[in-house]
């Protein structure tokens, strides 16, 4: 009876995982349980936190249309409203884009709002 020797195929699997983990911290990176059990922790983090990263986005947006509102003298909740009435169909990151770097542009857009 010969016995079974786990050769290429786990060292394999091992290193994948161990290339994976690189960089963490003490025996999570270098013991196989820990580090299989810990990157599977760390696909969790990665998937809430692409969720997060687009609710952080939007929120940063909303935060510089306000922004740029505030000082042509409305408010976002209104130019919201307004631009909706009017018919004009830009999303909060091409509004955010705007107020950012082309104040005169979104300028028109609050004066545009403010007549529909």
């Not at 999303?91 to 955010?96: E, G, P, Q, S, W």
Request: some cysteine; hydrophobic content about 40%.
């Amino acid at each position: 009876m010969s016995r079974v020797k786990r050769g290429p195929s786990p060292r394999r699997r091992h290193k994948r995982v161990f290339a994976q983990t690189k960089g963490f911290w003490g025996g999570r990176k270098n013991r196989y349980r820990q580090a299989v059990r810990v990157l599977w922790k760390s696909w969790q983090y990665s998937y809430i936190g692409r969720k997060l990263k687009k609710r952080d986005f939007r929120s940063l947006w909303i935060v510089r249309i306000n922004a740029a509102c505030r000082q042509n003298g409305t408010t976002y909740s209104q130019l919201m409203g307004k631009l909706k009435e009017a018919g004009v169909e830009l999303d909060r990151k091409v509004l955010a884009d705007m107020a950012l770097n082309d104040a005169a542009a979104f300028k028109q857009l609050t004066e545009l709002a403010a007549r529909a």
